[in-house]
């Protein structure tokens, strides 16, 4: 399934070369790992970044909050200068916050692209929420979005979800079809939608599957970081069709993610890798 809006006449970019509220975050976190900006110290105040790097208030805070959500930065209140503080601990965080955290992250960028193999874009869907709020508030003004999303096949004989007692049982499969079609054309609608009230110049969508068990979710966001969790397979009581069925599933949202940017390597093997799936194997996907 594939799905791409560009409006009529797009709006005009901004006039002059601004800086990314990436870059601005990419100098202060470089400052903050040399010791230039030493443990506790207080930051410059918003008003001398703005001076300093040329941009406006708004790319400036982005920034800072980019750095506050890395753990380099803290503030203290309105107007206050942020103070440095340690990174937080590289130990792996649910999926329903380490996802959404760097989603957000991701959006701070004028071109925005994810890449997703995972179950049922549920966590997806979560983490978009409020970049999505933050582009219909004005906040952020990406100038595209491109989500491609792999999942498993509807009609594959998948490992799971299955019946505890009955691995032949077809509802759980049913089931996940229907959770499947749910999440996709929601996370669809939402983000074409950006296109369509010509809050996003420019949005790509395309979902395929492919004929895979998944053993673990991947997002590549823009290129330059990778998020990837085991999907622990863990038996549980699920309704269905007005029915209790006792199966073997996933719980994506809680499963820890581990991330990778430093490691370029493994960015690149795991980018090659998505690509050899996404144009051999993979089918568009058909939600009727």
Known sequence: MSEEIAPDSEPP????DLLSSDHVAGVLRDRIRSGALAMHAKLPTQRALVEEFGVNRTIVRQALGILEREGYVSTRGRGAPAMVSAPMADTPRPAGVEVADRIAVA??????SIDAFCLTTETLNSALAAPLIAISAGELAPVSISVRVLLPSPDA??????????????????????LTRTFSTSLRHQLTSLAEMRLV????VEIRSVAITPVQKLYLLNGTEVLTAYYQVVPRVVEFEREQLEIYDVLGLS?????????TAFVEESHLWFESLWSTLAQPLTLG
Do not use: M, N, T
């Open 13 to 16: 970019h901004p006039v002059g």
């Open 107 to 112: 959006f701070q960028a004028e071109d925005v």
């Open 157 to 178: 004989p998948l490992a799971y979800p299955r019946l505890v007692s009955d691995p032949l049982d077809k509802r759980p499969l049913a089931r996940l079809r229907q």
């Open 201 to 204: 110049p420019k949005v790509s």
């Open 255 to 263: 499963s820890k993610v581990f991330r990778s940017s430093s490691d």
